[in-house]
């Protein structure tokens, strides 16, 4: 499983764009790159997945450079509400749907009013 | 919808007892997984089911700790001899089979704690 590094916590004014980058040097050619969401006291949420490019949806945007050895989680305008540790999560999805995926200590991010 | 559920929501036991955790997956999702989360920590991978059978049981720490999923639908956690090392925050969770991507739907967990 490839191992990701991000930074441990982070801290971001309300209204403001967030940034969130991930190392995954030895990611592989069958790895997708997924990122996960967690409120205190509740099970992790999935807010995006891509495996090159760019992939945004409703909540962020997930940036994936060539090489993909790295990635970057954007949240436009975070509010108060966002506060929350995010995980970067690499793993195989072919197969037969499997992703067994490993989750690292994760960003925490404190969103300040 | 209903979503992935798990109960109990709490478990308090005695070190050296046996414990039970269940988990309802969403309807047709076929693909099971559970996990363990220590405070401070991401969520650990202990094992996961396709269908019935357990297709990687490879993060389960010790024979102390056995899942079931006899039908394909609901899955229980069993850890017997129960360790004070065992308390963190048990995590199911189920998924599309291939085909319709893997994202992850969580439970809620069941904290259990070993006095």
């Known amino acids: 499983l490839a191992k990701t590094t991000q930074p441990i916590s982070m801290d971001s004014y309300e209204g403001q764009e967030v940034n969130i980058t991930c190392s995954h040097n030895?990611?592989?050619?069958?790895?997708?790159i997924t990122w996960y969401q967690q409120f205190p006291s509740q099970g992790p949420r999935f807010i995006i997945q891509?495996?090159?490019t760019k992939v945004t949806n409703e909540v962020a945007s997930l940036f994936i450079p060539a090489d993909r050895k790295s990635s970057t989680l954007s949240l436009p305008r975070v509010s108060l509400s966002d506060t929350a540790v995010y995980y970067c999560l690499v793993g195989d999805m072919t197969s037969g749907g499997y992703q067994k995926v490993t989750f690292g200590i994760g960003t925490k991010l404190q969103v300040i009013p | 919808g209903a979503g992935v559920s798990q109960t109990p929501s709490n478990k308090v036991t005695e070190k050296g007892k046996y414990v039970e955790l269940r988990c309802d997956p969403i309807s047709g999702h076929t693909a099971l997984y559970w996990y363990r989360q220590s405070l401070g920590q991401g969520p650990e991978f202990l094992i996961y089911?396709?269908?019935?059978?357990?297709?990687?049981d490879s993060g389960l720490p010790n024979d102390r700790f056995f899942a079931v999923r006899p039908e394909g639908s609901v899955s229980t956690l069993k850890i017997q001899r129960t360790e004070r090392g065992d308390s963190a925050v048990y995590l199911c969770a189920s998924s599309w089979a291939s085909g319709r991507g893997s994202e992850q739907f969580f439970g809620p967990g069941t904290r259990l704690t070993v006095l």
């Open positions: 030895n990611i592989a050619t069958n790895d997708y």
């Open positions: 089911f396709q269908g019935t059978g357990a297709a990687d």
């Open positions: 891509g495996y090159k």
